[in-house]
């Protein structure tokens, strides 16, 4: 007779083998730099930019980020007085929710916090992001810049390009081999959330909106064996 399927045992180890040995190695990972670093620090990342987190792992390269599931790392830092890995540890696990990290350090927070406070890089946005200004293009010839220079400092848009930034919804026409508006056309205003062809227009007049930023939100200190949350220092 034949096994009923209701029977069958189905293993989760077995199904996603590979994301469970990640989530053990991050396990792993993260209660190792519990124990080798004085300080652990929860940090969320707006406008994510891999190439702008490289520049400061460079900076803190005597230190470790851990950027992965959040879940994962709350249970290796403890999410419970009997769970926590070190002495009060547990009370760092509320403030890694959304997207956060953690960075253990051995550096003074001070220096940590200053650090962060004045570091930020500003990139073009991405779809998604809200626009932190009114962007329109005058009326007339459409220049590189759009407008954010005087004409004689600037260039005109190569015709070449007229079909491209008509396509992400600039009403724009040739005339003479000149790229031209009838009327102003906003290509954002402020407060609103952009779509891939506001980012595209923006991207092409050189417009940047999006600012890379690492705030940390509390820190642990092994010494003190007690977390300090950083909003609360600073009021």
Not at 31 to 37: G, R
Not at 120 to 126: G, K, N, P, Y
Not at 132 to 147: D, E, L, R
Not at 153 to 182: C, F, N, Y
């Amino acid at each position: 007779m034949p096994k009923s399927k209701r029977q069958k045992v189905v293993h989760l180890s077995k199904t996603d083998k590979k994301g469970k040995e990640l989530s053990q190695k991050l396990f792993a990972n993260v209660q190792e730099a519990a124990d080798n670093f004085q300080f652990i620090f929860v940090f969320a990342v707006e406008n994510m930019r891999n190439s702008y987190l490289k520049e400061v792992r460079a900076e803190f390269s005597d230190s470790r980020f851990f950027f992965g599931k959040t879940k994962v790392m709350a249970k290796a830092l403890g999410q419970t007085p009997a769970e926590e890995h070190l002495t009060n540890l547990s009370k760092l696990a509320p403030y890694l929710v959304g997207n956060v990290g953690l960075f253990f350090t051995n550096r003074e927070p001070a220096e940590v916090l200053e650090y962060f406070s004045a570091y930020s890089q500003t990139d073009f946005a991405r779809a998604g992001v809200t626009a932190n200004q009114t962007f329109t293009v005058p009326a007339g010839v459409v220049y590189s810049t759009g407008g954010q220079q005087a004409a004689e400092d600037d260039v005109a848009l190569p015709h070449s390009q007229e079909t491209t930034i008509r396509k992400w919804g600039m009403p724009t026409k040739l005339d003479k081999g000149k790229v031209v508006l009838d009327a102003p056309y906003t290509v954002c205003k402020e407060g609103q959330v952009l779509n891939s062809h506001q980012t595209a227009l923006l991207k092409m007049f050189g417009v940047a909106m999006a600012e890379f930023k690492i705030d940390m939100k509390a820190y642990y200190s092994t010494a003190a064996e007690d977390v300090t949350e950083v909003n609360a220092m600073e009021e």
